[in-house]
């Protein structure tokens, strides 16, 4: 069974930095795609940044110049490195992988989605 972990989130004032980070655990070879997507309350679901398997990088314009996505292979990890926040940042973000090859090495195209880190940015 394959999980997504987040972890990294809180509470933390304007301009402020955070980082988020989500494993991705189970039997593993290698994750596809991986991205994090942001859900504020009353708002639908967005994506925030993604990173392909080739480390190639999209980012919403609300975040460029700002936020970082990156990730560590070798764990089955991304990140999303988070600075210069403002109120508006303010939402549950998830993460997601769009594929991943297992043990077996079968390719397995789906959305694995995590449960979500809390960011919160107040004065």
């Known amino acids: 069974q394959v999980q997504l972990v987040e972890s990294g989130g809180g509470l933390v004032h304007p301009g402020g930095s955070l980082r988020l980070s989500c494993a991705a655990s189970?039997?593993?070879?290698?994750?596809?795609?991986m991205g994090w997507y942001r859900q504020a309350p009353g708002k639908q679901r967005e994506l925030v940044a993604y990173?392909?398997?080739?480390?190639?990088?999209t980012y919403a314009d609300s975040v460029k110049g700002r936020f970082t996505i990156s990730r560590d292979n070798a764990k089955n990890t991304v990140y999303l490195q988070m600075n210069s926040l403002k109120p508006e940042d303010t939402a549950v973000y998830y993460c997601?992988?769009?594929?991943?090859?297992?043990?077996?090495?079968?390719?397995?195209?789906?959305?694995?989605w995590g449960q979500g880190t809390q960011v919160t940015v107040s004065s």
């Open positions: 997601n992988a769009d594929g991943l090859v297992d043990l077996a090495g079968t390719a397995l195209i789906d959305d694995y």
């Open positions: 990173i392909s398997s080739g480390s190639s990088t």
């Open positions: 189970g039997s593993i070879f290698s994750v596809y795609g």
